[in-house]
């Protein structure tokens, strides 16, 4: 996986609140046996009119935020379903970067293993960073991972908690099945353990 | 010893590796795989060259994209949908996985195939990258969807990297009053705690209320413990649990058996254990409920009238007023009154024996109303097959409903079983975000029974008044 260090970028506003992963990627982009090529789909039933053009009013498609890299983005965003064609869509789309008061459970993981930082904080620093996106192209945001810390275009600097073990992964692009394999002797420990203990499963 | 929770027990029965930070590798019993999810972790493992650590704990089944039509024996036309199950059908071969394939009379939705064939069994961790494997926790299993990666992760090592979740509690008390059923419980759970409610939390359900459902109505409540946000619902076991078990064909047997059961009646909360968070709901007070909006947690009694975005706060008033016109409401407007083009029986949520018997008995001897579109997608083809022998289809036959075979369908429209924009559909599954079943189709989710009575009255109907 791609390192992950610092991203200066623009920053879109979703203020939506619940935005679930049937709205960042609906099913019928759900059939494909890859994980690339999903970034003209993302937001897709939004971004979209029925008849295929492009709706103007979204904010993906508005010329200030059409390269953004980060989304600020309404409470409890990625809600839904498992899938990770919704990470895998905005990746592939150029979002490196999700803020907002609170993540889905599962989605919140997934962006992780595709070297995407969500990351959560509190009201008023999120009405901070609200209003700074909606500046549009102006409003180029810097996420500086290492030292955790949010700065906006005025200047403003929001700090930021994550898990110590998923930034270690995110900042050196590690993946996670090498690691987890490398304790390959803990794991035959427990199967001959739990071998014992409970035979039946 | 300090006093554990039920997800304490499970959790620390499994965990294979510590780190200083708290992270843990969690060793899974069952991994259950389906064809939507897992062709990238599939191919993630060909392409690093690595097998399936345990193929005998895993089990894979197509469910959400095949077609529900009797002629799906033909095989699947759409070329999409008949590329991820061939890719199921070849993945489970090369890797010596269980497989039930498209037209075994086993095959259904995996959360209905997993607890059916005996694969789930209290006490275990199950997986399964898909976010209604909370529905095993029915069994006092700790069960939770994946993502992609993470399937891979489970198919290379049958673990999961993993922190802990916080400990929650929900409590309902007393008895339900008639016509009212476990779809209404987890919906008006939902309903009081917001789809964020239980993020970051492993929820217990408990109290008499939960202790009277049978294990069908048990996975419904467990079912959509995701759609309140949480990791995972759970149930401690108790005999109803052990008498769904038994002489499944994948349960113990004999002195297995025995050993079994020792250790599962272990499985319960201890008394003075501490919950991070507490609901409590009185039966009593629950009433049938549908939803009107576009969020699980837009739920109100039937007896209720559509909300004013301003009742809301927050962020809420705006995703209230979206919803309430993406849905083709009025604000005001009684629910009663709300009419339907299509009903739909069937999910995970509710695709099992005891919910085609709920809508059966609701639909014995009457009509569906004319111009409805109705249909019966039985969990499993043995849910079908017993249906069948129950005449339970005959009564859906004679109403006017298609009877189909088993899957997915319109729960989630990945197959062509989906809604016309503006069209409006009572639902017994469990989601009903935008576009979930067709784009711009309008979805009311409720339970079998309620489904069953707006099918007859075409509208949304309070059941009550036809039992």
């Known amino acids: 996986m791609e390192k992950f260090d610092k991203v200066h970028g623009v920053a879109a506003p979703m203020p939506l609140i619940n935005i679930d992963t049937d709205m960042i990627i609906p099913k019928v982009h759900l059939k494909t046996i890859k994980r690339s090529g999903l970034g003209v789909v993302l937001f897709d039933e939004m971004r979209y009119h029925d008849d295929g053009q492009e709706n103007e009013e979204f904010i993906l498609n508005k010329p200030a935020y059409r390269e953004a890299e980060i989304l600020v983005a309404g409470d409890n965003f990625g809600c839904g379903s498992s899938r990770e064609h919704a990470p895998w869509a905005i990746k592939d789309f150029g979002i490196k970067v999700v803020i907002s008061t609170s993540f889905a459970d599962i989605f919140f993981n997934n962006c992780f293993k595709n070297g995407i930082l969500p990351i959560v904080v509190e009201e008023e620093h999120h009405a901070v960073l609200m209003e700074d996106a909606q500046k549009g192209e102006n409003a180029?945001?810097?996420?500086?991972?290492?030292?955790?810390?949010?700065?906006?275009?005025?200047?403003?600097?929001?700090?930021f908690d994550i898990d110590p073990h998923r930034k270690h992964c995110l900042l050196n692009g590690l993946d996670d099945i090498g690691l987890t394999m490398e304790k390959d002797h803990h794991i035959d420990k427990f199967e001959d353990h739990a071998s014992q203990a409970r035979p039946w499963v | 010893m300090s006093p554990k929770t039920l997800y304490d027990k499970i959790w620390d029965a499994h965990v294979a590796h510590e780190a200083d930070d708290g992270t843990c590798?969690?060793?899974?019993?069952?991994?259950?795989?389906?064809?939507?999810?897992?062709?990238?972790?599939?191919?993630?493992?060909?392409?690093?060259?690595?097998?399936?650590?345990?193929?005998?704990?895993?089990?894979?089944?197509?469910?959400?994209?095949?077609?529900t039509t009797p002629d799906r024996v033909n095989g699947i036309e759409n070329p999409e949908s008949r590329i991820q199950v061939e890719a199921l059908d070849k993945n489970a071969k090369d890797f010596g996985i269980h497989y039930y394939p498209v037209n075994d009379v086993r095959q259904g939705i995996v959360h209905i195939v997993g607890p059916e064939q005996g694969w789930t069994l209290p006490g275990m961790t199950v997986v399964c990258g898909d976010s209604h494997t909370a529905t095993h926790g029915a069994f006092g299993a700790l069960a939770h969807g994946i993502g992609t990666s993470e399937v891979e992760h489970v198919l290379a090592t049958q673990t999961l990297i993993q922190k802990k979740s916080k400990n929650m509690k929900v409590e309902i008390?007393?008895?339900?009053?008639?016509?009212?059923?476990?779809?209404?419980?987890?919906?008006?759970?939902?309903?009081?705690?917001?789809?964020?409610?239980?993020?970051?939390?492993?929820?217990?359900?408990?109290?008499?209320?939960?202790?009277?459902?049978?294990?069908?109505?048990?996975?419904?409540?467990?079912?959509?413990?995701?759609?309140?946000?949480?990791?995972?619902?759970?149930?401690?076991?108790d005999e109803t649990t052990f008498e769904y078990v038994k002489g499944r064909p994948h349960a113990p047997k004999g002195a297995q058996w025995e050993a079994a059961l020792n250790w599962w009646k272990t499985l319960f909360t201890d008394e003075d254990a501490h919950f991070d968070k507490v609901i409590t709901l009185r039966g009593e007070d629950i009433a049938p409920v549908v939803?009107?909006?576009?969020?699980?947690?837009?739920?109100?009694?039937?007896?209720?009238?559509?909300?004013?975005?301003?009742?809301?706060?927050?962020?809420?008033?705006?995703?209230?007023?979206?919803?309430?016109?993406?849905?083709?409401?009025?604000?005001?407007?009684?629910?009663?009154?709300?009419?339907?083009?299509?009903?739909?029986?069937?999910?995970?949520?509710?695709?099992?024996?005891?919910?085609?018997?709920?809508?059966?008995?609701?639909?014995?001897?009457?009509?569906?109303?004319?111009?409805?579109?109705?249909?019966?997608?039985?969990?499993?083809?043995?849910?079908?097959?017993?249906?069948?022998?129950?005449?339970?289809?005959?009564?859906?036959?004679?109403?006017?409903?298609?009877?189909?075979?088993?899957?997915?369908?319109?729960?989630?429209?990945?197959?062509?079983?989906?809604?016309?924009?503006?069209?409006?559909?009572?639902?017994?599954?469990?989601?009903?975000?935008?576009?979930?079943?067709?784009r711009g189709g309008r979805t009311h989710l409720l339970s079998p029974a309620m489904a069953a009575a707006a099918a007859i009255t075409g509208r949304l109907t309070d059941v009550r008044e036809l039992m």
């Open chain 2, 25 to 67: 590798l969690l060793y899974i019993d069952r991994h259950l795989v389906h064809e939507v999810t897992s062709p990238q972790a599939f191919e993630g493992l060909r392409m690093a060259g690595r097998k399936v650590r345990a193929p005998e704990k895993t089990i894979a089944v197509p469910d959400h994209n095949v077609p």
């Open chain 1, 140 to 159: 180029r945001m810097t996420v500086h991972l290492e030292d955790q810390q949010i700065t906006t275009s005025d200047g403003v600097v929001i700090a």
């Open chain 2, 291 to 438: 939803t009107w909006g576009t969020s699980p947690e837009d739920v109100l009694p039937i007896t209720a009238t559509v909300p004013q975005p301003e009742d809301f706060e927050g962020g809420k008033v705006e995703a209230a007023r979206r919803s309430i016109e993406y849905m083709g409401l009025e604000a005001g407007q009684k629910l009663s009154d709300v009419e339907i083009d299509t009903v739909f029986i069937g999910s995970c949520t509710n695709g099992r024996i005891e919910d085609l018997r709920a809508a059966a008995e609701i639909l014995k001897g009457k009509k569906i109303k004319d111009g409805m579109r109705a249909m019966v997608v039985p969990g499993s083809g043995l849910v079908r097959a017993q249906a069948e022998e129950e005449g339970l289809a005959e009564i859906f036959k004679e109403a006017g409903f298609e009877w189909r075979l088993a899957g997915c369908s319109m729960c989630l429209a990945m197959n062509p079983d989906q809604l016309q924009p503006g069209e409006r559909c009572a639902a017994t599954s469990n989601r009903n975000f935008e576009g979930r079943q067709g």
């Open chain 2, 173 to 237: 008390t007393g008895k339900l009053q008639p016509g009212v059923t476990a779809k209404d419980i987890t919906l008006a759970v939902i309903g009081e705690t917001g789809t964020a409610g239980g993020t970051g939390y492993v929820i217990e359900y408990c109290g008499e209320a939960i202790r009277d459902l049978s294990m069908e109505g048990r996975m419904t409540v467990c079912n959509m413990a995701i759609e309140g946000g949480a990791r995972a619902g759970l149930i401690a076991p």
